[in-house]
Structures are given as C-alpha cells and as structure tokens.
C-alpha cells in the first residue's frame, strides 16, 4: 500500500498504535474496519486516494 504511512499517522491521531503489540493481537476485521473509516471520513487518506485516481501521481 503506498499510503500506508498516512494510514499509521491518521490512526495514530486517534489513538491508534498499528505496531502497539496490544493492537497487534486484536482481530484482524476490526484493524481494518478502523482503516476503512479513514476512507469514509474527510482525512488525508482519503484526499491521497482521490489524488491517485485522478492520476495526478508520479508512477506510484
């Protein structure tokens, strides 16, 4: 995932430590329904995203 650093700051932002042993262990529907939420909502994931399908990346 190229936006996987923006993934990990967003969740951060709520809290969130991906690499928390504790989040870790937590099953895996839930971690990505977290990340699925930063699709829905207005954040810089979801602005990534929009950049990328309107081709306005660099070969990413």
Do not use: C, H, K
Not at 18 to 37: E, H, M, T
């Amino acid at each position: 995932m190229t936006n996987w650093r923006i993934v990990v700051a967003e969740l951060m932002e709520r809290g969130i430590d991906l690499y928390d042993p504790a989040v870790r262990q937590r099953p895996w529907p839930g971690v990505r329904a977290l990340i699925f939420s930063l699709i829905d909502s207005d954040t810089r994931l979801r602005a990534a995203l929009r950049r990328d399908s309107d081709g306005e990346t660099n070969g990413r």
